[in-house]
Each structure stands twice: as structure tokens, then as C-alpha cells.
């Protein structure tokens, strides 16, 4: 069974900074594309960031030039750093990832539990 376990959200303050991690774990073959999305309150979720296994990536405009994914291929882990941070910001973090396991033929697409993440003073 493959598992996306998120960490490191919180409370951040306007302009401030902060980096949330995903660790992928299970019967992992090989990762495809790996990436973030978010759900504000009474907002529907949208998609982040996204990185491929060569590495990469694409923002949704909302987050250009402030978000940046990055991953470890050796740890399975797809990062965010988040800088300059808004109150607009605020959501439930899900990481998501393209995963082929020993379980499958085909790959699947997975996601985590979610982390949150408050920006405010």
C-alpha cells in the first residue's frame, strides 16, 4: 500500500516563509510527476505546483516567483517552500503524486491527508 504523508504547515505571518515536505512510502516501483494542490475554505481545490521525475516543474499564476517545488528522488519527497506569504494563502496543503507500486500494472494517482497552512498577524 503506498502512503503521502505531509508535514511541516502551521501559522506563518504575512511576507514571512515556510516549507512544507511529503514523504511517498510503500511497495513504490517508480514516481512519475509529483505536486501540490490546495483547498481554502468553501473554495474548490486547486492545483499548485507540479514536478516530474526529470525535475520539471510548473505554478499555477497565483504562485509564481514565491512557490517553489523541489524533490528527492532518493527520499521519495516532493517539497514547498512558500515565500512572501499572503492571508490569501490560507488552505489545506494535499500533496499528490503518480505513482507505479508493486501492487499495479498501471500507475496511480495518489494523495495525502493534508496539512494546514494559516497566514495571518
Known amino acids: 500500500q503506498v502512503q503521502l504523508v505531509e508535514s511541516g504547515g502551521g501559522l506563518v505571518q504575512p511576507g514571512g516563509s515556510l516549507r512544507v515536505s511529503c514523504a511517498a512510502s510503500?511497495?513504490?516501483?517508480?514516481?512519475?510527476?509529483m505536486g501540490w494542490a490546495r483547498q481554502a475554505p468553501g473554495k474548490q481545490r486547486e492545483l499548485v505546483a507540479t514536478i516530474t521525475s526529470g525535475g520539471s516543474t510548473n505554478y499555477a499564476d497565483s504562485v509564481k516567483g514565491r512557490f517553489t517545488i523541489s524533490r528527492d528522488n532518493a527520499k521519495n519527497t516532493v517539497y514547498l517552500q512558500m515565500n512572501s506569504l499572503k492571508p490569501e494563502d490560507t488552505a489545506v496543503y494535499y500533496c499528490n503524486a503518480d505513482i507505479l507500486s508493486s501492487r499495479y500494472y498501471y500507475s496511480k494517482f495518489y494523495w495525502g491527508q493534508g496539512t494546514q497552512v494559516t497566514v495571518s498577524s
Open positions: 510503500g511497495s513504490i516501483v517508480n514516481i512519475n510527476a
